[in-house]
């Protein structure tokens, strides 16, 4: 069914890159069937609507493999308008940034980027696709801004409900490695809250007190502290669809199941739809749920390690002109 277990050489050359490299996104390539052309007469005769997509810790917008994704959304919707956020124009910087920062102060400007971009702001709408970190930051992007809006958000191994760990580093990326160091010894200090970005999105349900008192970002986005903001809800609820893909042997987002915005405190593992934050409806995971609106998705591999038949499969559902928009059917495969 997968690449990774067909192809040997493939699989010892992401172990290989894995080991020498960034924890950065790997993309399976496979064989294009003729399938693609025949689709797509369908459905030509209206633009695709914009696709932004945000990288993950340790990647930047120029990195091959973001590119690639950028190749694979084009080459799903001939014509559509790929945007790569970026935090700065320099690929050093723009890396750099997916440790340290205030994640706030990061969502505002990107905010600011893409209200002000020529194309996307005058468009209808956008569809987004965020890697691992990349996911929740986006949706912080919907909650908190979403001009111009976002219509399907797709995440892969992302942090909804927050991590206990990130075994992400390689042992010569030092930038890397002294951000996990601060992650594990200062994690609720303003210093640290203000500045790692992981630490902003940290979460241990065994000390959710310390979690709602000074989480800078993952606390407020999720809408856990007793003041709710009633825009955050409106606005998830008012995505046409948010699809959530868990890798399915992801080792480096402790849990992966963050993913699906499950809650893992030990052993114990409640699914989203039995959590306070779905039946009160905190962010409007309920509402977009019940008009078929939330998809859960998993995909083989390690954190990262996609298949270009999945990312395809996911940009030919969700991505693509405005009115033959996706499918609505309810998932309830995922959970309970
Ligand atoms: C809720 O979030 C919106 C968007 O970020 C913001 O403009 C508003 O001030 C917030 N409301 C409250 C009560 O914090
Ligand atoms: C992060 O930035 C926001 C906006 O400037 C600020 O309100 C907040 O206090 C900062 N967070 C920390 C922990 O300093």
């Known amino acids: 069914m997968h690449s990774l277990r067909t192809l040997p050489l493939l699989a010892t050359l992401t172990q290989f890159l894995s080991a020498t490299a960034e924890p950065t996104i790997q993309i399976q390539h496979q064989q294009h069937h003729g399938?693609?052309?025949?689709?797509?007469a369908e459905d030509n005769d209206d633009t695709p609507l914009p696709v932004v997509i945000w990288h993950g810790l340790g990647d930047t917008y120029t990195a091959e493999g973001i590119q690639q994704v950028g190749q694979l959304i084009e080459e799903a919707n001939p014509g559509t308008f790929v945007y790569f956020i970026r935090l700065?124009?320099?690929?050093?910087?723009?890396?750099?940034?997916t440790f340290y920062g205030n994640v706030t102060e990061q969502i505002a400007?990107?905010?600011?980027d893409l209200a002000a971009h020529p194309i996307l702001s005058t468009a209808p709408a956008i569809d987004a696709?965020?890697?691992?970190?990349g996911g929740q930051f986006l949706r912080g992007y919907v909650e908190r801004c979403n001009t111009p809006p976002v219509r399907n958000l797709v995440t892969f191994g992302s942090q909804h409900n927050g991590i206990l760990d990130y075994r992400a580093c390689t042992t010569t990326d030092w930038l890397c490695r002294g951000a996990m160091a601060l992650l594990h010894g200062n994690t609720w200090t303003s210093f640290v809250q203000s500045r790692l970005v992981p630490a902003q999105y940290f979460r241990d349900p065994a000390d959710l007190d310390s979690y709602l008192e000074y989480s800078n970002f993952l606390?407020?986005?999720?809408?856990?502290?007793?003041?709710?903001?009633?825009?955050?809800a409106r606005n998830v609820a008012a995505l046409e669809n948010l699809v959530l893909y868990i890798f399915e042997d992801d080792t480096t987002v402790i849990p992966k199941e963050t993913g699906w915005f499950e809650d893992v405190d030990g052993d114990e593992t409640t699914p989203l739809r039995a959590r306070k934050l779905y039946k009160e409806d905190w962010i409007g995971l309920r509402a977009l749920d019940r008009k078929g609106g939330?998809?859960?998705?998993?995909?083989?591999?390690?954190?990262m390690q996609l298949s270009d038949k999945t990312l395809a499969e996911a940009f030919k559902e969700f991505f693509g002109p405005y009115?033959?928009?996706?499918?609505?059917?309810?998932?309830?495969?995922?959970?309970?």
């Open 35 to 40: 399938r693609r052309s025949a689709h797509l």
């Open 88 to 97: 700065d124009n320099t690929a050093t910087n723009d890396r750099r940034a």
């Open 109 to 112: 400007k990107v905010c600011e």
């Open 129 to 133: 696709v965020g890697f691992s970190q």
């Open 219 to 232: 606390a407020d986005i999720n809408n856990e502290r007793a003041v709710k903001n009633e825009t955050y």
């Open 294 to 303: 939330l998809k859960f998705k998993t995909t083989p591999g390690e954190h």
């Open 323 to 336: 009115k033959t928009s996706s499918s609505r059917e309810p998932d309830v495969a995922g959970e309970l």
